[in-house]
């Protein structure tokens, strides 16, 4: 099995755009899936502020995107992306949908990490009059961290997963050349390349993901 | 406690929980004063509402009745900042320690400073100094997860009192040790009453804890304040069901008690030194069968009882009760519905 220059070359181009989809677009998720996740904690009934009906209505938002196939969901933002974007083509174009795809994935990881907080320590933090957003700011987002940071692992993997996906319609990157050369032109040997170096980098993100986990972590030594 | 001066005061507080069953009574009709600078017990069997009463003086829980007052405040009607400013005047600590897992020793205890907004480099200092307090200045760049039961609730103890609060609540902060270092955190928590002045409500189960360092004591039961008063009174002369119940509480657990006329002698600390039961047998010739015995050291004073089965003759049991009146000991008769 040798590939052609041209073909490493595009492979290559492909890697590029794949990381540039899913780190772009996780970046611009846990934007804002974190400050979701936060409300979903805070304003759950017994949590630090609650507002039972504001986190009613956002748990429902949130569960209606995370129910809506990726697939569909993408064409059915293709105007959207089209007014963000300018085009509806390409790595760049596949930003909106999977942004609009992942953040409620992420809130939903975020709050399953800040849930996890002992309330032993939040009740702790109260007792010293620590104000809401002290509470947030410094003992829920630090006490957190490990588990955030696992849960980002996961997130990035699930992401790159679905930027894959978006090859089918044009998005490019390393789905797209799966897609277009491994089985419309039937080039097993494109597809197989092209799954194995996703293979790799879903090993190598959730490799370090779990190493910042545990270095980071001090309830463990 | 030479000036008595009232530093918190609860009156006619109630605590109602609304649940899916309707609502559930936690405290009701509460009425306490607690002196500046004695250390004062709560004590009661779980379930009582001691944890709900605890969080009703700092307003972790808000009472649904009635006032607290703090200082001559009622916190109840406060502002929620102006709570939070009165919460930095009253330390906490905790069965669980509830240290942040993440933060080292010297920054757990800076915590309550930072929210308090002092300066890093004074909280530093002031944490320094507190570890030295509580003993573990060479513990301080360690993380929870590496200290001791022991040495967790004396980082606690110095996070709570870091901002020099007035009041240190403890809620069952010594249930989760062994008997030796409960005995090393009371023995703190005397010391941090002692010299830094500041008043202590300790909240447990145990009898032990309030014994070893508490002035007064409030015994709750079933939502309401059993009975008040000094420790050494209580002790040697509960009043209500549920005191007789704690302070009898090992003797129940040791003592077979199916057998008849059982007496508690009280030793209230002026006859420890008198061979009493020794005296009672030589005057009045009748065999004393002794079941349980303790004598605890209660600010200093040996307190104690003794539960005695005296002979089923009961000319022979007058005579030894006779002997008892005679010489001012207090005894009672010990039923079963008592216990």
């Known amino acids: 099995m040798t590939f052609s220059p041209q073909v490493i070359e595009m492979i290559k181009t492909g890697i590029g755009e794949t990381l540039f989809m899913v780190f772009a677009s996780t970046i611009i998720s846990y934007l804002i899936g974190i400050p979701l996740g936060i409300i979903l904690v805070v304003t759950e009934k017994g949590g630090i502020r609650p507002i039972p009906a504001l986190q009613k209505v956002l748990g429902i938002v949130i569960n209606l995107l995370r129910s809506v196939p990726f697939l569909i969901l993408l064409i059915m933002v293709l105007p959207i992306t089209r007014k963000i974007v ?24 975020v709050e399953s990490s800040f849930k996890e907080v002992d309330a032993g320590v939040i009740e702790a933090a109260k007792s010293m009059g620590a104000s809401t957003f002290q509470i947030i700011w410094k003992v829920l987002l630090p006490e ?78 | 406690m030479a000036a008595e001066e009232t530093i918190i005061q609860l009156r006619n507080m109630g605590k109602e929980f609304k649940t899916a069953n309707g609502p559930v009574v936690a405290l009701d009709d509460i009425n306490l004063d607690i002196q500046r600078g004695e250390i004062f017990g709560i004590i009661g069997l779980s379930g009582a509402g001691k944890s709900t009463l605890v969080r009703c003086i700092n307003m972790l829980e808000v009472p649904t009745s009635g006032e607290v007052v703090f200082e001559g405040e009622n916190l109840a009607a406060m502002s929620e900042s102006g709570q939070r400013k009165a919460r930095q005047s009253m330390g906490m600590i905790f069965q669980q320690f509830n240290l942040l897992a993440q ?22 200092e002031r944490a320094m100094e507190l570890l030295k307090l509580v003993g573990l200045e060479d513990r301080a760049k360690a993380y929870p997860a590496q200290l001791s039961g022991g040495q967790k609730q004396r980082v606690a103890i110095a996070r709570a009192i870091a901002t020099n609060p007035k009041v240190l609540l403890c809620d069952e902060a010594t249930s989760a040790l062994d008997p030796n270092t409960t005995k090393s955190i009371l023995q703190l928590l005397k010391q941090i009453n002692r010299d830094l002045g500041i008043t ?12 070893a360092i508490c002035d007064r004591v409030a015994i709750i039961d079933q939502s309401h304040i059993a009975e008040v008063g000094k420790v050494s009174d209580i002790f040697s002369e509960p009043k209500s069901r549920i005191g007789r119940q704690l302070i009898l509480g090992d003797a129940v657990t040791n003592v077979k008690f199916d057998v008849a006329r059982k007496y508690r002698i009280i030793f209230d600390g002026r006859e420890s030194m008198e061979p009493v039961i020794a005296n009672m047998i030589l005057a009045c010739k009748v065999p004393v069968n002794i079941l349980y015995a303790s004598t605890k050291d209660i600010g200093g004073k040996a307190v104690g009882q003794m539960i005695v089965q005296l002979p089923e003759d009961e000319t022979d049991a007058n005579r030894a009760l006779t002997y008892l009146k005679s010489v001012e000991i207090p005894y009672e008769e010990v039923r079963e519905h008592d216990i």
Do not use: W
């Not at chain 1, 679905?162 to 799966?178: D, K, N, P, R, W």
């Open chain 1, 86 to 109: 300018g085009t509806t083509l390409g790595a760049k174009a596949v930003v909106p949908p999977l942004v609009i795809a992942a953040a409620p994935y992420i809130a939903r990881m």
């Open chain 1, 144 to 221: 957190a961290k490990p588990s955030l940071l696992v849960g980002a692992a996961i997130s990035t993997t699930t992401i790159l997963g679905y930027s894959a996906m978006a090859g089918a319609v044009g998005g490019g990157g390393l789905g797209g050349i799966a897609i277009n050369y491994g089985y419309y032109r039937y080039q097993t040997d494109m597809m197989f390349l092209t799954v194995a170096i996703l293979v790799i980098i879903v090993q190598i993100i959730q490799e370090i993901g779990m190493k910042l986990a545990r270095v980071s972590d001090k309830r463990i030594r």
């Open chain 2, 103 to 124: 933060r080292n020793v010297v920054k757990n205890i800076c915590f309550p400073m930072e929210i308090a907004g002092t300066p890093k480099k004074q909280a530093r």
């Open chain 2, 200 to 211: 202590v409500i300790v909240i447990t189960h145990e009898m032990a804890v309030i014994e």
